[in-house]
T-cell receptor, first 115, second 114 residues
Framework: DTEVTQTPKHLVMGMTNKKSLKCEQH?????MYWYKQKAKKPPELMFV???????INESVPSRFSPECPNSSLLNLHLHALQPEDSALYLC??????????????FGSGTRLTVV | GQQVMQIPQYQHVQEGEDFTTYCNSS?????IQWYKQRPGGHPVFLIQ?????EVKKQKRLTFQFGEAKKNSSLHITATQTTDVGTYFC??????????????FGQGTILTVHP
């Protein structure tokens, strides 16, 4: 298995809703990432998990809450989002965080619309 | 923070023409990676360059890393319609423990006219 699987592919949520994005990989990668991408812009790093521990939080608002239940799963819990949070949310993984020997494997993303 | 400048922002070519995108950094880079994102898709890793002056080829794609490790380029020979998409460079600064954090360039959007 050489893929990162993200669900759902599309999500529309109201500003008072609570939802979760899910990411799964079975490549034995120990570094997992959440990125946010707006149209025609590069991906922006949100969170980094290394060996299931949160290693980097890029000053992301608390309405985004990451969770790494085990080495294969990564969740992003969403609560009280704003319309400007609408974007493509990408999960990525790599073998190790501290040793850059490979590129990211990105999932196909969740296209989020906040109404 | 680290910045990577990528030019051009847009490139329109006729099928069969060549294409080049450039990335520049004011600081020395540990390595540089290149990704391709098709319209409506997600970034796909193409290659990583690590050594000063390194040149790597993948079929019609040629990747270069500058001698000073501050710039890089991607050149596509004889573009095809399948080359359409956004090409991103992504760089990591030398030193530090950034947990694999990469700084992406702004991307070059390539359009190929048949």
């Amino acid at each position: 298995d050489t893929e990162v699987t993200q669900t759902p592919k599309h999500l529309v949520m109201g500003m008072t809703n609570k939802k979760s994005l899910k990411c799964e990989q079975h490549m034995g990668h120990r570094a997992m990432y959440w990125y946010k991408q707006k149209a025609k812009k590069p991906p922006e790093l949100m969170f980094v998990y290394s060996y299931e521990k949160l290693s980097i939080n890029e000053s992301v608002p608390s309405r985004f809450s990451p969770e790494c239940p085990n080495s294969s799963l990564l969740n992003l819990h969403l609560h009280a989002l704003q319309p400007e949070d609408s974007a493509l949310y990408l999960c990525a993984s790599r073998l190790h965080a501290l040793v850059v020997i490979d590129g990211y494997t990105f999932g196909s993303g969740t296209r989020l619309t906040v109404v | 923070g680290q910045q990577v400048m990528q030019i051009p922002q847009y490139q329109h070519v006729q099928e069969g023409e060549d294409f080049t995108t450039y990335c520049n950094s004011s600081t020395t880079l540990s390595n540089i990676q290149w990704y391709k994102q098709r319209p409506g898709g997600h970034p796909v890793f193409l290659i990583q360059l690590v050594k000063s002056g390194e040149v790597k080829k993948q079929k019609r794609l040629t990747f270069q890393f500058g001698e000073a490790k501050k710039n890089s380029s991607l050149h596509i020979t004889a573009t095809q319609t399948t080359d359409v998409g956004t090409y991103f460079c992504a760089a990591q600064n030398a030193g530090g423990t950034s947990y694999g954090k990469l700084t992406f360039g702004q991307g070059t959007i390539l359009t190929v006219h048949p």
